[in-house]
């Protein structure tokens, strides 16, 4: 999923002279606090993290009338990062005659209305269940339960709320643009990477990019969302 990515960062962690104790156990607790949300200056969601290297344990102390200790970290970061014209795969968990609500990776809501469903597709209801079918290939199915491919056209950074879009030829249902592998193999494949991404993250088996400047984690950007 190219949304995907694990990055290499040098951060500098904002502690509290209280949590100088213990500085990497106070670092993993300071970077757990992002976990699953948009950082600005990841650029991205924070997915997962392993901390690699902590160079000092005594970090430098900023003056102010809030004194902090900035410490320096590298680490290895699994970003989320949807940019338009991307490929999500996700469940769908509703389907109405004007939109179909989807997540993906489990945690990130997206919603596709009528106007981004092109026209092949018609609303039925089959057997009680609200579905969109093809009208080219009756075996193109989209239900709840089914997993799809979309294309991003926003991202909601504050909600981390996708709006997608089934307008290509090359979105729909999973079963049907992976013609050659059965549905169930489809779904054990999808849950076994959705479930195991965190793990590649310590193997580097995610490709991914370098951020290689250093970061100023938590506080300015808390403040300046709180202004708004």
Do not use: C, W
């Not at 338009?84 to 005659?97: I, N, Q, R, S, T």
């Not at 592998?181 to 990019?209: C, F, Y």
């Amino acid at each position: 999923m190219e949304a995907l990515k694990v990055s290499k960062a040098n951060l500098v962690v904002y502690l509290h002279p209280s949590k100088t104790k213990a500085v990497p156990d106070s670092v993993k607790q300071e970077l757990s606090s992002l976990l699953f949300k948009f950082s600005e200056s990841f650029d991205g969601v924070l997915l997962a993290y392993e901390v690699v290297d902590v160079p000092s344990k005594r970090g430098k102390i900023l003056s102010g009338l809030n004194p902090y200790v900035g410490v320096r970290v590298s680490a290895k970061l699994l970003l989320f990062s949807p940019k338009p014209d991307m490929y999500l795969e996700g469940k769908v968990v509703k389907v109405a005659e004007e939109s179909i609500h989807v997540v993906a990776l489990g945690f990130s809501a997206a919603i596709i209305t009528q106007e981004d469903i092109r026209d092949e597709f018609e609303f039925k209801v089959k057997h009680g269940k609200e579905v969109f079918r093809s009208k080219l290939n009756k075996l193109h199915i989209i239900k709840v339960g089914s997993l799809i491919r979309f294309v991003v056209k926003s991202f909601d950074e504050e909600t981390i709320h996708i709006s997608g879009s089934l307008i290509s030829p090359t979105t729909g249902s999973i079963h049907v643009l992976n013609k050659n592998l059965p549905e169930t193999v489809l779904t054990n494949r999808k849950q076994r990477e959705n479930e195991g991404i965190i793990e590649e993250l310590h193997s580097g088996a995610v490709d991914g990019g370098e951020i290689s400047d250093d970061y100023h984690i938590l506080r300015k950007s808390k403040r300046k969302r709180g202004h708004h």
